[in-house]
């Protein structure tokens, strides 16, 4: 029933922008914290940013702060991470998560590379 289906990943060039989207199905998606968390090969899963349900306050990983943004548009029942100044280290798949359960949306690739 719950369902998340992540888009908007794709190659950019350092310093370059992108924004995710995270379209959710199945909840009550206002009700509910989400999260962006990404994953390479070469590293484990890294938690980037969450955003709370009622109020909208943001969380983000230092690796993050101050060059991504998460939001939310509840009436689109989507959830967003604008990536700005991308470096190769933000190389990785980006997943959107309910903050509680264990519901995850299948990733979108992001390479960051000239």
């Known amino acids: 029933q719950v369902q998340l289906v992540e888009s908007g990943g794709g190659l950019v060039q350092p310093g370059g922008s992108l924004r995710l989207s995270c379209t959710a199905s199945?909840?009550?998606?206002?009700?509910?914290?989400m999260s962006w968390y990404r994953q390479s090969p070469g590293k484990g899963r890294e938690l980037v940013a969450t955003?709370?349900?009622?109020?909208?306050?943001?969380m983000y990983a230092d690796s993050a702060k101050g060059r991504f943004t998460i939001a939310r548009d509840n009436d689109k029942k989507t959830l967003y991470l604008q990536m700005n100044s991308l470096k190769p280290e933000d190389t990785a798949i980006y997943y959107c998560?309910?903050?509680?359960?264990?519901?995850w949306g299948q990733g979108t690739q992001v390479t960051v590379s000239s």
């Open positions: 998560k309910r903050l509680t359960g264990n519901y």
């Open positions: 199945g909840f009550t998606f206002s009700s509910y914290a």
């Open positions: 955003i709370s349900a009622v109020s909208g306050s943001t």
